[in-house]
């Protein structure tokens, strides 16, 4: 099946994680994938050390999109499309029984991946071709598309954030 953890809310990618978290603690193997950060976060830390979970992502923190260049965002893309092939070969052989897709909403709304290699992947895992694995999607602004393959969709929403009073992100909390 397919969840998605969507909305402005704190708590999409941490909800991921202790999906991940519950399937490594049965012994199966878990795809973690970030799309977007290439920054150390305190999450990593603890996958990295979990038998069973692969991670992938970029190792180059390319910052915020408002900031990239022209050239950052094409090594980006192409950075985003081998995580997408790498995750098909994942479930077209089996070899997950969950795989997350966290902050995949925003480089489908930036443009910064291939939407149909995308598409063909959620649809090959909405075919039943493989029912072990279940298919996480995280992000804020979820496009239609997502939102209308997922079988789970959690919408987070921010009542107060401790931001909005300019307090920053926090080691430990908020990365």
Request: net charge negative; aromatic share 8%; with cysteine.
């Amino acid at each position: 099946m397919i969840h998605l953890y969507t909305g402005d809310g704190k708590g999409k990618t941490t909800a991921a994680i202790g999906l991940c978290i519950r399937a490594a603690g049965w012994d199966q193997q878990v795809c973690f994938a970030q799309f977007m950060k290439g920054n150390d976060t305190g999450e990593l830390h603890l996958l990295k050390s979990l038998p069973g979970v692969t991670i992938l992502r970029s190792e180059k923190n390319f910052g915020f999109y408002s900031s990239m260049s022209e050239s950052d965002k094409e090594e980006l893309t192409e950075i985003h499309n081998r995580i997408l092939d790498r995750i098909l070969e994942l479930v077209e052989r089996g070899n997950c029984q969950l795989i997350i897709m966290d902050e995949i909403t925003y480089p489908v709304n930036w443009g910064l991946l291939d939407i149909e290699k995308l598409k063909r992947l959620l649809a090959f895992g909405k075919q039943g071709a493989n029912q072990e694995t279940e298919l996480v999607l995280t992000g804020r602004s979820a496009q239609d598309f997502l939102s209308n393959m997922a079988d789970y969709v959690t919408e987070m929403k921010c009542v107060r954030h401790p931001y909005e009073k300019g307090t920053g992100a926090r080691k430990g909390i908020e990365f």
